[in-house]
């Protein structure tokens, strides 16, 4: 796997001074300005700990209670896989790429027409997942249109476990949705202590912007914090619209949401593994909306990745996103700016990574090749340059000289494969060599090698027992048995 390399010195925005004022700004927000927090529970479990009523739902977060709350928190949230290569360690700056969305709508991979997205489109781009390398984990990307909404949520994580052993994140819909999702994954991790111990799943829970916590949202973080079940709870404030135009105010009101948030969890259940989250993003100065693919919005999620490591927490981050409407140049180079700003500056679980296009609306399964390339190419910069005996390589250089070559140097067939990245999109040939294998472009290529990928890959699956004895408990599971 290529994730899960730490930046040895990640990109920052910040100067010491800078970070200190960021952060003062933050607690000055909570203790004075205050969270609207719309769950009666939320409400009652933090004003018997320390917070103050302001206003109606509105309370005020005493500093020295936040601060009480990051302490709790672990510094290293583990999130597993079925398969112990899976695993992600978020700490520090070691970072890792994947899915994210939950959209409505997909590039057909036949047709190339834009359409709803269905159950069976969220497992085959699971199995896409399972098998690029370069995308770490599987947060469920699409929403099952035909579905009525009590039954999306169990039938969202199923799908995920049927096509791949990659950790699966997600947001639920529903209490009973919520309930069913975390039964079944205890059935799949061996029971709901073993689910605690090795959590096979993760869960979003997001703030709303500017400084509210929403009910039902908060009530799924204090059940999930009850079960001591790892969450991301990310803001989702667009600068200039539910956050200040500035960058740095808007950085304030995220850090103030997602501290809010992790505030709850922690009084509920000291010590649940919080990911602290930015979604966060700019408007569109002509047309007072949303932005995915902006350069501004990949420097926000630097400044809170700079952030995080300051209050020692791991973080739930987004980059890789774009605005074009198809897999085409523009989609190419916003998604490759934001995540190289994003994965250099060390952010941890960096999601939306890989497919997104549209505002985030839309995916496509080329679009998961061409950015597992990026990906993978984000990752050789982030691994940079060793500086040892052997890669000086000045007993090579010597024994070359000048005039030789180091084509066929044994220093050279050792290193050629762990040096260079080697793409399986980009064409790199001779012209002629492209004409003649069709000139295809680099969209038409990436939809033959996803088309390859879902014809003969298949992923370690559910043992039939335990498939069978999940249909049985969920009868209302609507993925076909035979779909693999």
């Not at 639920?172 to 061996?190: F, S």
């Not at 605690?196 to 400084?211: E, G, H, N, Q």
């Not at 420097?299 to 409407?325: E, F, H, I, N, W």
Request: net charge negative; charged share 25%.
């Amino acid at each position: 796997m290529a994730g899960g390399l730490i930046v040895k010195k990640p990109y920052q925005l910040f100067s010491e001074q800078e970070v200190q004022k960021i952060d003062e700004g933050v607690m000055w927000v909570l203790e004075h300005v205050g969270i609207e927090v719309n769950s009666k529970t939320a409400r009652e479990l933090l004003l018997a700990n320390g917070a103050k009523e302001k206003e109606k739902n509105v309370l005020l977060f005493p500093e020295k209670l936040v601060r009480e709350a990051i302490r709790n928190a672990p510094s290293k949230v583990v999130l597993y896989g079925r398969e112990e290569r899976h695993n992600l360690e978020l700490e520090d700056a070691r970072v890792y790429f994947g899915t994210g969305g939950t959209v409505p709508y997909i590039l057909d991979l036949e047709t190339g027409v834009r359409r709803p997205t269905t159950l069976l489109d969220i497992a085959r781009i699971g199995r896409l997942v399972d098998a690029l390398d370069n995308i770490d984990f599987y947060l469920i990307p699409a929403y099952p249109n035909e579905l009525p909404k009590e039954q999306v949520d169990i039938n969202r994580f199923y799908a995920g476990f049927s096509s791949t052993t990659k950790h699966i994140m997600g947001g639920v819909y529903t209490w009973d949705g919520l309930h069913e999702v975390i039964e079944l994954a205890g059935m799949v991790a061996g029971g709901l202590d073993a689910l605690r111990k090795r959590p096979i799943v993760s869960f979003i829970t997001c703030t709303i912007a500017p400084l509210r916590l929403d009910a039902l949202y908060t009530d799924f973080l204090i059940e999930i914090a009850r079960h001591g079940l790892p969450v991301a709870i990310p803001s989702e404030v667009i600068a200039g619209i539910t956050g200040p135009m500035t960058l740095a105010g808007s950085i304030v009101v995220q850090l103030a949401e997602t501290l809010a948030g992790l505030v709850v969890a922690q009084i509920v259940n000291p010590g649940t593994p919080v990911i602290l989250g930015t979604v966060a993003t700019v408007m569109d100065p002509r047309r007072a909306g949303y932005l995915s693919g902006a350069v501004e919005m990949g420097l926000m999620q630097v400044g809170v990745a700079q952030m995080a490591r300051y209050y020692k927490l791991p973080l739930y981050a987004t980059a890789g996103m774009s605005d074009a409407k198809l897999p085409d140049v523009q989609a190419g180079y916003e998604k490759a700016i934001t995540a190289t700003l994003v994965g250099l500056a060390g952010a941890n679980f960096i999601h939306d990574a890989a497919g997104p296009l549209e505002f985030c609306t839309t995916v496509a399964y080329e679009q998961y090749v061409i950015d597992d390339e990026i990906l993978g190419m984000v990752m050789r910069a982030i691994r940079g340059v060793d500086v040892t005996e052997d890669t000086l390589a000045l007993h090579v250089i010597e024994q070359v000289g000048p005039g030789g070559h180091f084509l066929t140097h044994p220093h050279t067939v050792k290193h050629v494969r762990t040096e260079l990245f080697i793409p399986k999109i980009a064409d790199r040939d001779l012209r002629e060599n492209w004409e003649r294998k069709g000139a295809l472009d680099a969209r038409e290529r990436a939809r033959a090698y996803a088309k390859k990928i879902l014809a003969d890959h298949r992923s370690i699956g559910l043992p039939r027992d335990l498939e069978k004895a999940i249909r049985h408990r969920f009868p209302h599971i609507a993925l076909p048995t035979e779909w693999a």
